[in-house]
């Protein structure tokens, strides 16, 4: 019976090692990416064409352009940086809660094991064996109810770090796509031109990539984020035309 159970342990490790798993795993990352540069290209975009509507000097527009990447990098940075810590921070408390409750009421913490299991069409007979083997465990009991009765996920120590670096790195480089023009041309109406072409295309590239990697419709996703910039960059155009007026 052990040997038995020894080859189809084996037998299940060589399907395992065969099998290429084909999910996308790094969503984190992606999301703060897609955070930091969506509000990038954006945010300085409508910036820059509410300056030039306004006929600010090229010069000046940088310089203000310039000045809001860098204080936006560092609040998008920050604002990841809280959230990330937050989850962190709520795991912990839900991760001491749920051992205590394995130490002070270990029947009613089996009892909700057998309860989720008994969810996923798994009968008494067969979830008894698994609860008892839980329950002789207390680490995997514990990995076992915070993922399954809680949903949560131990968070990386560093993830609060990266999230903040991340997001603010993506901010300052999608900023800098729609400034980019006015580093090159001096007069200010030129460089608007050069920048609504130059961050339409960057949206649209983005948004395709965006959602490639989120499981949407590529184009669609594209179609949308360059629609969002150019309303934005449109509004801001248009109010600093309407008070100069």
Do not use: C
């Not at 399954?148 to 131990?154: A, D, K, N, S, T």
């Amino acid at each position: 019976m052990a040997e038995s159970g020894r080859v189809d342990l084996e037998k299940q490790r060589l399907l395992l090692g065969d099998h290429e798993e084909k999910h996308f795993m790094s969503s984190e990352v992606v999301r703060d990416i897609i955070i930091g540069v969506s509000d990038g290209l954006t945010v300085p975009f409508a910036l820059a064409a509410g300056l030039s509507g306004a006929q600010v000097k090229s010069r000046i527009i940088l310089i203000a352009g310039i000045a809001e990447v860098v204080a936006g990098a560092i609040s998008m940075g920050l604002g990841g940086y809280l959230a990330a810590k937050s989850e962190a921070d709520h795991y912990a408390r839900e991760l001491k809660r749920e051992q205590e409750e394995i130490v002070n009421v270990p029947d009613i913490e089996a009892a909700e094991i057998a309860e989720i299991l008994s969810q996923y069409g798994v009968e008494p007979h067969e979830y008894e064996p698994v609860v008892n083997a839980l329950r002789r465990n207390p680490q995997k009991w514990l990995d076992f109810m915070m993922k399954f009765e809680l949903g949560l996920e131990e968070p990386d120590p560093l993830r609060a770090l990266w999230s903040a670096i991340t997001i603010a790195l993506s901010y300052a480089v999608g900023g800098m796509v729609p400034l980019s023009p006015y580093v090159i041309l001096p007069i200010a109406q030129h460089a608007l031109i050069a920048s609504v072409v130059v961050t339409i295309l960057a949206l649209l590239v983005f948004g395709f990539i965006k959602g490639y990697f989120t499981g949407n419709q590529p184009f669609k996703s594209a179609f949308q984020t360059a629609l969002i910039g150019a309303v934005a960059s449109a509004a801001a155009f248009s109010i600093a035309k309407l008070f100069r007026a």
